[in-house]
């Protein structure tokens, strides 16, 4: 219908009329629909009597697309004409530069509410906690929390369901249970979305049991399941490995198969050594009419690969990017993991090359998975120059990335490139695991002790860049300080003594 509603605006000035503003509004709205955004804009500012309903069609289309930078553009235009956004649209905007992490934005956007003396609905408060959420900033979703209440506004479900979701990321789990005895005391109904983030945050801190629990605990609530749920709980499944839970949980459950569920169990069927299922759920979900998406393509290209149908996968991978500009970081990484995994380095490095050059998106997850197929493969120099290309180009290596190298380089006996690696992990303040710092103490004090990259160690002991759980199973760790002791006298200053953990190391390092 769109093309009509197109077709008979563009008869109206052949046959002398002049469209009003409702009829360009109307025309704006589809122009936004299909993808036109440049046009829809165009039309906006070629109306000479705009309305509130124009700026309002505009806004509303570009917050559900994403396209900060035209919001910006719209609501400049919109103040200018001398209309001002309604509650609900300050929400709707306030909802979209959260989402994409723009806080400044959003913090412009509530002194203009201030000033129009626009009160801020529990709506609005919920959306700015969330959005410092997103950013894992909990100091502050925290802090408005204390602020909404102080100011006469409860919290409802869904602000206490970002908070709980927030501390239970950040594994605060005493504050998350604090939150949420808040919202029972408060007489709050959990809702299902409530129940489905819950599945999802227990599902990815490894307390399965629990998650099911929740799920078995809906029926009681009289509580619907839907597709989310479903998604949850096919990812609980995955994450645990119990495959064979899914058919007796899903039992009886009806579930409107839409886009996020196929997503969902093309996942799942990689994970639980279906590949084959995958590639004809993706073939079953073109036949219904769906448009796969970013994780519909990940979920081929790996149900391919897991087949062993390499050669189709590329060929895949090269028609999706060729049709698909908006084809994102996860995608590419997804095709140059399975390579790599399915033995074909080479052509992964290249597919992976071939990205940058294209200038395609790649995040730190992409790279870390090209540096790994590069150590794979013995190309070490190449590793180490890829990994110094992706912070030029502002792709800050993360606690993967050194765990990746420094394993690698570490099996090598490579203490050079090792202690090139620990002064960035140094200057960046990169926490390592527990695994990875292991195989490191062992490798130095094994054929390095007298190296330099023990004082590094020191300072990131100082620094509490070596987690305490190795301290703990070393029993190097002392109650009464919760800091760890010195593992390191006898080789450098230190002003604490630790005999014990000194004869370890002298006797060969950790583990022996």
């Keep these: 219908m769109y093309g009509m509603v197109l077709e008979a605006f563009d008869e109206m000035g052949r046959f002398g009329f002049t469209p009003n503003t409702f009829a360009r509004n109307i025309v704006m709205d589809v122009l936004f629909k299909i993808g036109r955004v440049d046009l829809g804009i165009k039309v906006l500012k070629e109306t000479q009597l705009p309305n509130f309903l124009s700026f309002n069609i505009a806004l509303c289309n570009l917050c559900k697309l994403n396209d900060v930078s035209n919001v910006k553009d719209v609501i400049g235009m919109m103040v200018r004409k001398g209309f001002y956004p309604n509650v609900r649209m300050f929400e709707i905007l306030l909802n979209c530069f959260c989402k994409m992490g723009r806080i400044a934005e959003a913090y412009q956007l509530l002194g203009l509410m201030i000033t129009l003396g626009t009160s801020l609905s529990v709506n609005a408060w919920t959306v700015l906690i969330d959005g410092f959420r997103r ?3 909990l100091d502050m979703a925290s802090y408005l929390w204390e602020k909404m209440v ?16 927030g501390f239970m990321e950040a594994k605060m789990f ?37 998650a099911l629990d929740v799920y078995d605990g809906l029926l009681e609530l009289k509580l619907v399941p839907d597709s989310y749920t479903f998604c949850s709980l096919l990812s609980t499944v995955c994450l645990s490995g119990r495959f064979s839970l899914l058919p007796k949980l899903v039992c009886g459950l009806e579930v409107e198969a839409d886009l996020v569920v196929y997503n969902a169990l093309l996942s799942y069927f990689c994970k639980a050594g279906f590949p084959n ?48 500009p ?21 052509k992964a490095i290249q597919l992976f090359r071939r990205a940058i050059v294209e200038k395609y998106p790649l995040d730190v997850v992409s790279y870390t998975v090209a540096i790994r197929g ?35 380089f570490c099996k090598e006996r490579n203490i050079k490139m090792v202690k090139r690696l620990l002064q960035d992990v140094i200057d960046a303040r990169i926490e390592l695991d527990y695994h990875t710092s292991i195989r490191l103490i062992k490798f130095i004090f094994k054929f390095h002790s007298s190296s330099s990259a023990v004082n590094q160690l020191v300072e990131m002991c100082n620094l509490g860049l070596i987690p305490d759980e190795m301290w703990r199973k070393l ?33 060969g390092g950790v583990g022996r």
């Design 326 to 346: 908006a084809v994102n970081a996860h995608v590419h990484t997804a095709i140059v993991d399975r390579l790599i995994e399915a033995g074909r380095c080479h």
């Design 277 to 324: 299922q995958a590639v004809k759920l993706y073939n079953t979900m073109l036949d219904k009419g769906f448009r796969p998406d970013n994780y519909s393509f990940v979920g081929l290209l790996r149900g391919l690969c897991g087949a062993r149908k390499i050669d189709e996968a590329i060929n895949v991978y090269q028609g999706i990017v060729m049709n698909n």
């Design 374 to 408: 590069l150590l794979k493969g013995g190309r070490t120099e190449e590793a180490y120059i890829l990994y110094s290309q992706m912070k030029h180009i502002a792709v800050p290596p993360n606690a993967h990335t050194y765990r990746v190298m420094l394993l690698s």
């Design 475 to 507: 029993g190097l760790l002392s109650d009464e300080t919760m800091t760890p002791v010195s593992l390191f006298d006898g080789f450098v200053p230190c002003e604490r003594r630790a005999g014990n953990a000194n004869h370890l190391l002298l006797n």
């Design 135 to 137: 950013l894992r900033r």
């Design 174 to 210: 005493s504050i998350a249970f604090s939150f949420l005895d808040m919202l029972e005391s408060e007489g709050h109904a959990p809702d299902l979305v409530f129940h489905n983030v819950l599945i999802d945050c227990l599902s990815k801190m490894g307390s399965y049991d629990d």
């Design 150 to 165: 102080q100011n006469g506004c409860s919290p409802n479900v869904v602000t206490y369901t970002s908070l709980i979701k």
